[in-house]
C-alpha cells in the first residue's frame, strides 16, 4: 500500500507505523555497522512517503506541517538516523513550495524528478564556518563563467549523501559580497563524496563530506541568495524536535516494557510496581506529554498562520526545538536508569538511543541562539 492510496490519517498513521516498526529491526546492525540505511531509504520511496510535501501546484499533497512531524516522529521510533535525514529532504521541499524563493520552472523541474524519487538536502556546514546558523560565510566559492557558475569547495555534514539526487550547496560569490543556494545535480562532473562520517551518534545519517572540484552548472542554478545566519522563520525545522521526539519514545516504552517485565528475586512482581521505579516512568511521561503538546500545537499554530504571522514564530520555533530536543535526552537517560547498568551494553537499544539522543543539541537552531532570542523578543515586548 501507498500513502496516495488513503487519505485516511489512521490508514496512513498505520502505514508509517509498519515502516517504522521494520526499520526498528534494523536499526541496531545499521548503527553497529556504521553503514547507511539504503533499504528504509528506498522504502521510503517506494511508498510515497518522499513526494507527500510536493505543492499542489505541482500536482503534489502538500502534506500539513503537523501530518509531517507526527510521520516524522513515527519513523523515529523505529530508526532516528532514517528520520532524521529523510527530514531534511521532506522540509526543503516543503519550505521551498510554501516560500517560493526559486525561479518557479527550476522548482517545477525539481518537483518532477522528486515525484520519481528524488532527493535533495541543503549543504552549508563547512569546517571554517560551523554552524552556518552563526552568519559565516561559506569558503566554497562561485565564480560567474560564459553563462556557467564554476564551484569549488567542501561541505561537512552532508546528511543522505550516499543518495542525495541533488546537493542544494551554499557559496559565496568572490566578486561581490553575495552568499547564495546553488543546485547541484548528483550526476555534475567534479562532485565527490569523501566518506568521512564517524559520529557516534546518527551514524545511519551518512553525513559525508561533500567536495566540489570545478563544478560547472548552468546560470539559472543560482536557485537563490541568502544572508548568511538571517534565515526567516523556518516551520520545517519542526522536523528535528520531532525525531528526537520519536527517540525519546522508543526510549520511553523499551524501559517500561523493561519494568514490567524484569523481576528480580529480591521482590515479590516486576520493578513496574516499585515507587522508585514509578517515579521515573511518571516523570518520562510527563517529559513526553509535555514536549508532544509543544510540539504539535506550534505545527497547527503555523498551519494555521498567515505568511506575514508566521514571520514572527521564530522564537517560538526555536524554543520548541530546545524544549522538546533537551526533554528528549532526560527521557533517554531517566530510562536508562529504570534498566539500570544493561542499559550500557552494546546489544541494548538504549546506548544507541543516548547516543542519538545527543546529536539534536548540534542541529540548528543551537540553544545559546534560542535563549538570546527569547530574552531578546522579551526585553523588546516590554518596550512596546
Ligand atoms: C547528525 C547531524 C546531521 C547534520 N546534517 C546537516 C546537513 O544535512 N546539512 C548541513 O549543512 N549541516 C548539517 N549538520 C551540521 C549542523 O547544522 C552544524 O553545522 C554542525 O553540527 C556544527 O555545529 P556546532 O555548533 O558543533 O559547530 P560550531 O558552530 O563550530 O560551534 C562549536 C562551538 O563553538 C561555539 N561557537 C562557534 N561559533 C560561535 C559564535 N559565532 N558565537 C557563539 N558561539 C560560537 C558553539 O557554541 C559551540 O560550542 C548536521 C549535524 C549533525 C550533528
Redesign the pocket.
Known amino acids: 500500500m501507498k500513502f496516495q492510496d488513503t487519505q485516511s490519517m489512521d490508514k496512513r498513521l498505520e502505514l508509517i507505523s509498519k515502516l517504522s516498526k521494520t526499520f526498528l529491526a534494523r536499526s541496531a546492525k545499521i548503527d553497529e555497522d556504521g553503514a547507511f540505511p539504503f533499504q528504509n531509504i528506498s522504502e521510503l520511496k517506494m511508498s510515497g512517503y518522499t513526494s507527500l510535501t510536493l505543492p499542489k501546484r505541482f500536482g503534489g499533497e502538500e502534506i500539513s506541517l503537523y501530518n509531517l512531524v507526527r510521520f516524522q516522529e513515527f519513523i523515529a521510533r523505529g530508526d532516528g538516523a532514517t528520520a532524521?535525514s529523510i527530514g531534511?529532504h521532506m522540509g526543503i521541499i516543503q519550505d521551498l513550495g510554501e516560500k517560493k524563493s526559486w525561479n518557479e520552472s527550476m522548482f517545477q523541474m525539481l518537483c518532477d524528478d522528486v515525484k520519481n524519487g528524488a532527493l535533495i538536502?541543503?549543504?552549508?556546514?563547512e569546517p571554517q564556518?560551523?554552524?552556518?546558523?552563526?552568519?559565516?560565510r561559506p569558503t566554497t566559492s562561485a565564480v560567474k563563467q560564459e553563462g556557467y557558475w564554476l564551484i569549488n569547495g567542501r561541505?561537512?555534514?552532508?546528511?543522505?549523501s550516499p543518495v542525495l539526487d541533488y546537493f542544494n550547496v551554499t557559496a559565496s560569490i568572490p566578486e561581490s559580497d553575495q552568499v547564495a543556494y546553488f543546485l547541484i545535480p548528483r550526476t555534475t562532473q567534479g562532485v565527490e563524496i569523501e566518506e568521512t562520517w564517524d559520529?557516534i551518534?546518527?551514524k545511519g545519517?551518512g553525513?559525508h563530506d561533500l567536495v566540489l572540484n570545478n563544478v560547472r552548472v548552468k546560470e539559472e542554478y543560482l536557485v537563490e541568495y541568502i544572508e548568511p545566519g538571517k534565515k526567516g522563520a523556518s516551520g520545517w525545522l519542526l522536523h528535528i524536535p520531532a525525531c528526537y521526539l520519536g527517540i525519546a519514545q522508543a526510549a520511553a516504552s523499551y524501559a517500561i516494557e523493561f519494568a514490567k517485565s524484569y523481576s528480580p528475586n529480591s521482590i515479590q512482581g516486576t520493578i513496574s510496581d516499585l515507587p522508585n521505579v514509578k517515579q521515573k516512568i511518571g516523570e518520562m511521561e510527563l517529559e513526553l506529554m509535555r514536549a508532544r503538546h509543544f510540539l504539535y500545537s506550534v505545527a497547527n499554530q503555523w498551519d494555521h498562520s498567515a505568511k506575514d504571522e508566521r514571520a514572527h514564530m521564530n522564537p517560538e520555533l526555536g524554543a520548541v526545538k530546545l524544549s522538546v530536543t533537551n526533554s528528549a535526552i532526560t527521557v533517554v537517560d531517566l530510562a536508562m536508569r529504570i534498566v539500570g547498568a544493561r542499559s550500557l551494553s552494546e546489544k541494548n537499544p538504549l546506548q544507541r538511543y543516548y547516543r542519538d539522543v545527543r546529536?539534536g543539541l548540534?542541529?540548528?537552531p543551537?540553544d545559546?541562539m534560542t535563549i538570546l532570542l527569547l530574552a531578546n523578543d522579551a526585553i523588546n515586548r516590554c518596550n512596546d
Open positions: 532524521l531534511w538536502n541543503n549543504c552549508a556546514s564556518t560551523g554552524s552556518p546558523t552563526r552568519g559565516g561541505k561537512t555534514f552532508t546528511t543522505l559520529s551518534a546518527m545519517t553525513s546529536a548540534h542541529n540548528p543551537m545559546d
